[in-house]
Structure formats: C-alpha cells, structure tokens
C-alpha cells in the first residue's frame, strides 16, 4: 500500500497539495514541496515524510537539484520518481536559453546561464552562438569528465558557427573549485579560438570562466586575447 495524499484524510493535517492552493505555493516547506513531485509514500512514511529523508540523504534541494549525480534512488524512491526530480533539474538548466534574450555582456550573459553550471562537479564548457543582434542561435556543450580541465573542439566550434551563420561566440566554463583564474591551457584555447573565429569572420565576444556565485570575463579583465 502508498501512502499519499490519501494518508491526510481524516486528520487535522493539510495536504501539501491543499496547503498550496489555500496559502499559495511559497508557504511550502522544503520537503512539502519535493512531496508533491513524489506524489507518493511508501508502506512505512507518508510522502512529506519520505521527501524529509531524501532531502537529508542527498543534502537538500542543492543535493537533488543542483548537483551531477543522475542516482536519486533512495528506499521509496525508485526510477519513475527519480526521473520526475531529473526532469527539474533538467528544466532549470534549459530555462535561462530563450531566443529572445540578448546577450550583452558578462553580468547577463552569467545571470542567465548560471543554472546551467550550478552543482556540476567536473568542468563543462557551454559555447553559444549569437546573431548580430546577439540574440541566441544555438548553444553546445563539452565535457571531459575532468574536475580539472575540459576540451573546447576548436575546428567544431568555428564550423558550427558558419552553419548557423553566427555573427558572435560566447564561451563560458566553470571551474568547480570556485577559483576564478584563468589556466595556462584555458589561454591558450581562447587565444587559438579568438584566430581561428576571426579567419571566419565570427567575433569571440568573451569567454567567461564561472563558478556557483561568481564569473571572470576574459574581455574585462583584458586576458589574452582581448
């Protein structure tokens, strides 16, 4: 037998699900909120109950929500939930790309991208494509696996940008230990991006390297080779 919204029946406790209708969706606490993606308890917890004990398994909505590990399974939670929480996850991460927002500058370009790095433990590059209204064409992303460097396909990069007929690039990596300072390597990938774009026709506008809280824009603090 599941133990969900159900299990409130006949008691003096409101349902999550009643409690944000009633009070609205911001009166929920963290665990009532997970529990309505849960929808369900399991025969020894209702559902806030078993949403408490994730949540103090995997280390809180950050834990669920904002880090790489794809394993949510815990005693209660098993595949079908699991992909309702990735599902979050996943949304958060494609929602700051809309095509009618402009990228303008490091703040904004940071602002709307962040969530796209938050929580993830090994580094990625995010590469973007504007017009020349610098408005988004498509976005890509690499990976190495590496907490400690990642590898940007120049060659791919340049010819991607001439299929969807850029008129700028934006790069963005993280560095996961939160230190903002460029690496030799992470020069040397701008520098040969920066020419290999130019030959093109394509201006690298920046490339930022970010972390949870923070960014260094290339561009404004004048590293090569800008």
Request: proline share 0%; no cysteine.
């Given at each position: 037998m599941e133990l969900g919204d159900e299990y409130f029946k006949g008691t003096s406790i409101i349902k999550p699900r009643e409690k944000a209708l009633r009070q609205g969706i911001e009166s929920l606490s963290d665990s009532e909120l997970v529990s309505l993606l849960l929808d369900t308890g399991n025969t020894r917890e209702n559902v806030v109950s078993l949403s408490s004990r994730m949540l103090y398994e995997k280390g809180g909505l950050r834990g669920i929500f904002l880090n790489d590990d794809n394993n949510l399974e815990t005693k209660g939670v098993k595949k079908a939930k699991m992909c309702r929480l990735l599902a979050v996850r996943e949304i958060m991460r494609r929602l700051p790309f809309s095509r009618e927002e402009t990228y303008l500058d490091d703040k904004t370009t940071y602002e709307r991208c962040r969530n796209f790095f938050l929580g993830r433990k090994s580094e990625i590059a995010l590469?973007?494509?504007?017009?020349?209204?610098?408005?988004?064409?498509?976005?890509?992303?690499?990976?190495?696996?590496?907490?400690?460097s990642v590898y940007v396909p120049v060659p791919l990069v340049v010819k991607t940008s001439l299929q969807c007929n850029a008129r700028f690039v934006v790069v963005l990596h993280n560095h996961p230990s939160g230190k903002l300072h460029p690496s030799f390597a992470?020069?040397?990938?701008?520098?040969?991006?920066?020419?290999?774009?130019?030959?093109?026709?394509?201006?690298l506008l920046d490339v930022l390297i970010v972390s949870d809280c923070d960014k260094l824009s290339f561009r404004k603090n004048h590293y090569p080779p800008f």
């Open positions: 590469v973007l494509y504007l017009n020349k209204e610098k408005k988004l064409i498509r976005k890509d992303s690499f990976t190495s696996g590496s907490d400690e992470d020069i040397q990938v701008a520098k040969e991006l920066f020419r290999s774009l130019s030959l093109a026709q394509v201006v």
